[in-house]
């Protein structure tokens, strides 16, 4: 089984988002392998061990998701690479770029989180699908092996859906699809002696203006908390029956 | 220095395994004065507490400089490493001092957690800071030592398999310094419990399980004793700069999360119409602790690049300690100040490390003994005790 995993370095999500300049400040804030990238790697790191093969995790962006790349890594994948750019592309644009590097090798297997805890847009993956030709299926909660196809379970939200996919397939991860593992001491070390290639965008023959989205982002900010303060007047019945009907709008919305 | 990106990925390692121990994991078993077993396993599987141990007996073969962010994290992350920070460091008298046939037979077992040797005997009732005259002897008789007196606040013992013990070989009116005579034995627990020592836990204000300890006529082989007889005050004395670097961390971890605790609450917490982190007496103590938390950081560091690299480092080690365990006890107070009466609330956890990180200016070595350390071994003046 040849393994291809997409991870991206998120915030991590104890830190508070503080917005400076128009854009979120990453001063003294620390980063993580993105929570939903854990059980992707998880996963394929499983696969590898059951049924053999190799795993390799590819992340699009700055200097600084090296060390994602080494936390997944260190999880067991065997080789990363990592398309250097500045970070602001958008889903558009990440998505032709690790198609283009995914090109490059043949994969029977594709996994990505099922999102990112920053962009929060789900998009990446079934993107990146869609620009390979191959079937996607997005938020899985199980996935086995049988034969060259893969069996999936999905959430639908009351009830599950189960798919049989012929392989190669991309899969994203949901919270839920396994208990991804610590990196132990002795397999952060190891991972220090891994590959990681590093790649620019015309490494893979990529024009970085035809990347750029169509959209742009006009404002960033924290929306205000909206606190709505009410007195109720009245007869103590009068405010009793107020706040209970209050209380029940709140709790059956109409 | 070890580059940054390396010591973020071991953080971030450490955090992972953190992150299942919350607030509550600690706060719980502080109430119970359990030990944090489940924590110690984790941190154990994953190898983290044999990162000193040198590859060749089984361990990851790293510096101090990583193995001191790896405490600090955890106490960055609330949690707090006493429990298990010993079996990191307790081994490096059998690394640096015994034999080649006690290396091979214990060390390995420790790197893969099978043995653990995270209990150290030194402090006794009678005797205290003054160690060379403590009481505890071992009289030869044969293959064996006969070892009688007693120890106090000897932490963890109930939670070890092996301890290193110091005690007096020759009595003291027959050496020519009192530093001599003194020899260093591994006691293996599992065997000596109800043969000749009994472990006594003492409550203390924080969850810590430490302990008393009598001895009658314990018996210890010979083959047990580290090195040379009567040099073992020598062999404890070099491991304690490690010991001071990785303690320093500690405190350094704990005043960085004192901080960001106070800093998160003065900007939430509305009074008088507005948060009380606008407020200059509120805000003046938690950035005077962060100063000074982060210049003590900067001395760890430099203590620790020269532990690694081999050279003297005793000042460095000791001038670590006394800045950290102020600053993380400062941060401490103004974390308690700041959060008013909720301070005291045990849900807040504030109390909770308010009292852990207090340990700091007394054990393992008390300010005072550090500040005597500088004033006579780095600025020469004369010996005050
Ligand atoms: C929770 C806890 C865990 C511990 N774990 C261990 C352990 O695992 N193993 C172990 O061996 N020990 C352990 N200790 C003991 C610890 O190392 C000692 O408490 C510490 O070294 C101080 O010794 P003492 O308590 O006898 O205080 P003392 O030596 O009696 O000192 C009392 C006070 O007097 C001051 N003082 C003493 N002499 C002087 C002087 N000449 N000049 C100025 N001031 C002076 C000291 O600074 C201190 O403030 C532990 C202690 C505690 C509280």
Known sequence: MNILVFVKQTFDTEETVVVQGGRVSEDN??????????????????????????VTVVAVGQERMEQALRTALAMGADKAALVEDDGSLDEYGVAKVLAAFARRGTYDLLFAGQATVDGASAQTGPRVAEELGVPVVAAILRFTLEG??????????????????????????????????????????????????????????????????????????????????????????????????????????? | MADQMWLEELRSGVRRICNSFPDSYWRELDAKREYPQAFVEALTKAGYLAALIPEEYGGSGLGVTEASVILEEIHRCGGNAAACHAQMYTMGVILRHGSEEQKRRYLPEI????????????????????????????????????????????????????????????????????????????????EAVGKGLTIRPIRTMINHATTELFFENLEVPVENRIGEEGQGFRYILDGMNAERILIAAECIGDGRWFVERATRYAKERVVFGRPIGQNQGVQFPIARAHVHVEAADLMRFRAAALYDAGKPCAAEANMA???AADASWE???????????????????????????????????????????????????????
Request: contains cysteine.
């Open chain 1, 148 to 254: 060259d196809r893969a069996v999936v379970e999905r959430d639908m939200e009351g009830y599950s859906e189960r798919l049989s996919v012929p392989l190669p397939a991309l899969f994203t991860a949901q919270q839920g699809l396994n208990e991804p593992r610590y990196p132990t001491l002795p397999n952060v070390m190891k991972a220090k002696k891994k590959p990681l290639e590093r790649l620019t965008l015309e490494d893979l023959g990529l024009a970085r203006e035809r990347l750029l989205g169509r959209t742009a982002t006009v404002e960033c900010f924290v929306a205000p908390k909206t606190r709505q303060r009410r007195m109720l007047q009245g007869s103590p019945e009068a405010q009793a029956q107020a706040l209970a009907d209050e209380l029940r709008r709140f709790v059956l919305p109409d």
């Open chain 1, 29 to 54: 804030v620390r980063f993580v392998l993105n929570p939903y990238d854990e059980y992707a790697v998880e996963q394929a790191v499983q696969v590898k061990e059951e049924f053999g093969g190799e």
């Open chain 2, 321 to 323: 300690k006394l800045l």
């Open chain 2, 111 to 190: 790197a893969k957690g099978n043995i653990r040797l995270q209990a150290f005997g030194v402090t006794e009732p009678t005797t205290g800071s003054d160690t060379t005259q403590l009481k505890t002897t071992a009289v030869r008789r044969g293959d064996r030592y006969v070892v009688n007196g007693q120890k106090v606040f000897i932490s963890r013992a109930q939670y070890s398999d092996l301890m290193v013990l110091l005690v007096r070989t020759t009595p003291l009116a027959e050496v020519r310094k009192r530093t001599e005579g003194l020899s260093v034995l591994i006691v293996d627990l599992r």
């Open chain 2, 331 to 385: 941060a401490a107070n103004a974390a308690l100040q700041t959060h008013g009466g909720f301070g005291f609330a045990e849900e807040f956890d504030i109390e909770r490390k308010f009292r852990e990180t207090r340990l700091y200016q007394v054990a393992p070595i008390s300010t005072n003994l550090i500040l005597s350390y500088v004033a006579e071994h780095v600025l020469g003046m004369p010996r005050s005790y």
